[in-house]
């Protein structure tokens, strides 16, 4: 039996970080054995957001292949392209904008809350508002039957079942089939300083960090502000480096978490031990990394490659989609 699909993306606004790695990226690594994954550097959808700033994106793209091919996503089970190089995802998108309701996308709650949150971009544009309709249309594009996403975009996916159904409707088609989303129970990691980790922010440690920067990083990181000297004892489950053991040496949380309870070691010592396992975790990806930024040639190989496959099932879903539409 063949495998299932599933389709997944990211945008190539900045360097991947410890949340990238823990949030997708090992998640993504276990899937290729299950499902033939398709997963998308999505330029198209970075540019909705950074149209003044957009030299960046093109610099980030080989950056994020780079890091993905590092972390363990493997080119031959799965197929990793650029989204502009399979211009069709542009066509799908323009048949599902002209058939979704503005309702949908002004009540979508992340839309909302992104107009609200960010105010370094104006996002008040069309685009934007649109971004949810080219989602749809990177999944369906493929006939994606899952998605992995984590519990907060469950919205989208639910849009992108109503897209798909009301096309289904309008041209009395089956074209596709209602993809299910595959829900993935990720750590939570916040950033350094205790907020959301985030590249504006300036708050993240980074895939490609040096282990000096990631030895300044981790010494900048809030912990439990109650500890002030050596001898007081510290509560690990208000700390945000006790958080971090947790997710990059589990192991470790029962001795961190009685040096801390009885002070017996200070915070300096504990962030050093953290900064250590941190390093044994990417050790792997950073080797593999600067295998491949020597051979760039080859990272840009499997991207061409990966262009050539995604096309060909793209240019499948467009026939089909182009004949339900003008011979209806
Ligand atoms: S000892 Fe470690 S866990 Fe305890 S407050 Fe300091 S940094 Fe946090």
Not at 75 to 93: A, G, K, M, N, R
Not at 100 to 117: A, I, M, S
Not at 124 to 140: R, S, W
Request: hydrophobic share 35%; aromatic share 8%.
């Amino acid at each position: 039996m063949s495998k299932k699909r599933i389709f997944s993306g990211m945008r190539p606004t900045g360097k991947l970080h410890l949340g990238h790695l823990v949030g997708a990226l090992h998640n993504w690594t276990n899937l290729q054995k299950e499902y033939k994954c398709i997963f998308g550097i999505v330029d198209w959808h970075a540019l909705m957001g950074e149209y003044e700033n957009s030299h960046v994106i093109k610099e980030n793209i080989l950056d994020m292949a780079i890091d993905w091919l590092s972390c363990g996503i493997d080119p031959d089970e799965s197929t990793i392209f650029v989204q502009s190089d399979v211009p069709e995802h542009l066509e799908l998108y323009m048949f599902f904008s002209c058939l979704t309701p503005l309702g949908w996308l002004e009540r979508n709650p992340t839309y909302k809350e992104q107009l609200r949150e960010i105010k370094t971009r104006d996002l008040h544009t069309y685009g934007f508002l649109g971004y949810p309709v080219l989602q749809a249309a990177d999944i369906l594009l493929y006939k994606a039957q899952a998605v992995p996403i984590g519990e907060d975009q469950l919205p989208h996916i639910e849009l992108t079942r109503e897209i798909s159904r009301r096309f289904n409707h309008i041209y009395k088609a089956k074209v596709f089939e209602d993809c299910k989303a595959i829900l993935t129970k990720t750590p939570r990691l916040l950033g350094l300083d205790g907020r959301k980790m985030s590249k504006s922010y300036n708050n993240a440690i980074n895939l490609s960090d040096s282990k000096e920067v990631i030895e300044k990083k981790v010494m900048t990181m809030i912990t439990d502000s109650s500890r002030i000297k050596l001898t007081d004892p510290g509560h690990p489950d208000i700390c945000n480096v006790f958080s971090y053991y947790s997710v990059f040496a589990p192991e470790k949380k029962d001795e961190v978490c009685a040096w801390c309870t009885k002070a017996e070691k200070g915070c300096t010592d504990c962030k050093r031990g953290l900064s250590s396992e941190i390093l044994k975790v990417l050790k792997p990806i950073q080797e593999k990394r600067s295998e491949l930024v020597k051979d760039k040639e080859k990272v840009l190989d499997i991207l061409k490659q990966g262009a050539i496959e995604a096309r060909a099932i793209a240019k499948e879903t467009m026939a089909e989609i182009n004949d339900k539409v003008f011979k209806k």
